[in-house]
């Protein structure tokens, strides 16, 4: 029935940075997205019931410079995981709180985010640099909505150290890559409708 969820999300993906560390990808980017479409592969496994998390694959260092992450022409397909993937966005009230922090900071930071889905386990959204780098945007929001989890929920760790980007080239298409992120609870049978999902949303600077 539409309009009904529950917060369990099955997959999340992406490639991964380091925030205040040396960068790094799991895997290239070439073999993350299918040709040179931006549209990704199958998600990682997950781990199954009682049985041990795969290992994760063995990373590599990243061309961009740091820089890349400050240029507002440039287009980013971000993803941040919770710690271990775990579903500590299943409480309705927080989730609305995680948004609002981030659609404050994008504001202010004159970042426009194209879109955004707050998932159980991870928040995926395309958005592009402002005022102020990706690194230290995110680094900011992380650190805001870890102090919430830990204040509101009693959550001592919310998010892993690193985040996953793709920075989309000139034959990619954002509105594909839009798409594929609306229909994230869809996918994940979290809803019928991508507009059924409460915390999918943009932030347009004007």
């Known amino acids: 029935m539409a309009g009904k969820y529950s917060l369990l ?29 931006g549209v990704p592969r ?3 496994p997950r781990q199954t019931a009682g049985g041990p998390r795969p290992p994760l694959p063995k ?20 993803t941040i995981d919770a710690l271990e993937r775990q579903a500590y966005f299943d409480a309705p009230a927080f989730n609305d709180e995680v948004v609002a922090i981030l659609r ?24 592009r ?6 690194i230290d945007l995110i680094a900011e929001f ?7 989890a830990r204040e509101a929920r009693g959550i001592k760790q919310l998010w892993q150290r690193s985040f996953f980007d ?13 798409e594929y992120i609306r229909m994230n609870p869809v996918r994940a049978g979290l809803v019928e409708h991508p507009d059924d999902w409460p915390w999918t949303g943009s932030v347009e600077i004007v």
């Open 9 to 37: 999300d099955p997959f999340s993906f992406s490639l991964d940075v380091l925030v205040g560390e040396r960068f790094a990808l799991p895997i290239s980017e070439r073999d993350m997205h299918d040709n040179q479409t």
């Open 42 to 44: 199958a998600p990682l």
């Open 59 to 78: 990373r590599k260092y990243i061309r961009l410079p740091c820089s890349a992450y400050a240029n507002p022409a440039s287009t980013f397909n971000i």
């Open 104 to 127: 404050g900071l994008a504001l202010t930071h004159r970042c426009p985010v194209r879109i955004y889905c707050l998932m159980p386990t991870h928040l995926h959204m395309l958005i």
């Open 129 to 134: 640099p402002g005022s102020r780098s990706l």
């Open 142 to 148: 992380k650190n805001k909505t870890a102090d919430l």
């Open 166 to 178: 793709h920075r989309l080239r000139s034959n990619e298409s954002e509105v594909e890559q839009r």
